[in-house]
């Protein structure tokens, strides 16, 4: 079985500019999360997404966005670019939403912003 | 909130030998713990999950964790390292955020194997 999958793996953008990240959940699982990994920190949670549906944002600004398709298949768009946004950006999926479900992450994309 | 801490930002040592990397946790109530393993320029693999069954949690690669609710504890072992075990370990407490799983991280450990 395919595990997440993450498009593209690595990016490079220009301050200001917009981008878009790709997940793909395992198969048949519903719920997908996005993460923020700075260098040298362990990952901070965006935003969940279950059955098309934001569930939860972590304190990230509104220039974070996503959506969920009926494929349980997920965007994250990121606005108006920051050196600061640069990072590992991580998708997981669960089966579940609830606490205690396991999340399954995949390789990540690593976005530059110069 | 629930959180983590990590309290190694590093641990080396000599393959063959023990390995414990140390995490206390803060929790309004049971909490769902776990460990991930990031090795460099990979995702995260989850090692063990304790969910309030057994307190000793047996993982993957060897690893296993006990958790100690007199000691806020979820600490790490490993009985004989191997070159391979060489990575960032993760800490992490499940919370609920409106309605949502948020996973809360440690700032990790990062595990140093020297032959």
């Known amino acids: 079985d395919a595990g997440v999958t993450q498009s593209p793996t690595h990016l490079i953008k220009t301050r200001g500019q917009q981008v878009t990240l790709r997940c793909s959940p395992i198969?048949?699982?519903?719920?997908v999360s996005w993460y923020q990994q700075v260098l040298g920190q362990g990952p901070q949670f965006i935003f969940q997404?279950?059955?098309?549906?934001?569930?939860g944002r972590g304190n990230f600004p509104d220039r974070f966005s996503a959506r969920q398709f009926p494929n349980y298949s997920s965007e994250l768009n990121v606005n108006a670019l920051l050196l600061g946004d640069s990072a590992l950006y991580l998708c997981a999926s669960s089966y579940r939403r609830v606490e205690a479900t396991e999340a399954f992450f995949g390789q990540g994309t690593r976005l530059t912003v110069v | 909130a629930q959180s983590v801490t990590q309290l190694d930002s590093h641990v080396s040592v000599s393959e063959g030998t023990p390995v414990l990397l140390r995490c206390n946790y803060s929790?309004?109530?049971?909490?769902?713990l776990f460990w991930y393993v990031q090795h460099p320029n990979k995702g995260l693999q989850l090692l063990l999950k304790y969910t309030s069954a057994a307190t000793l949690v047996k993982g993957i690669n060897g690893f296993e964790a006990e958790f100690k609710k007199s000691e806020t504890s979820f600490h790490l072992t490993k009985p004989s390292a191997h070159m391979s075990d060489a990575a960032e370990y993760f800490c992490?407490?499940?919370?609920?955020?409106?309605?949502?799983?948020?996973?809360?991280f440690g700032q990790g450990t990062r595990l140093t194997i020297n032959p």
């Open positions: 992490v407490v499940s919370d609920s955020l409106q309605g949502a799983q948020k996973l809360v």
């Open positions: 929790s309004s109530y049971s909490p769902s």
């Open positions: 198969s048949g699982h519903k719920s």
């Open positions: 997404y279950y059955e098309k549906e934001e569930r």
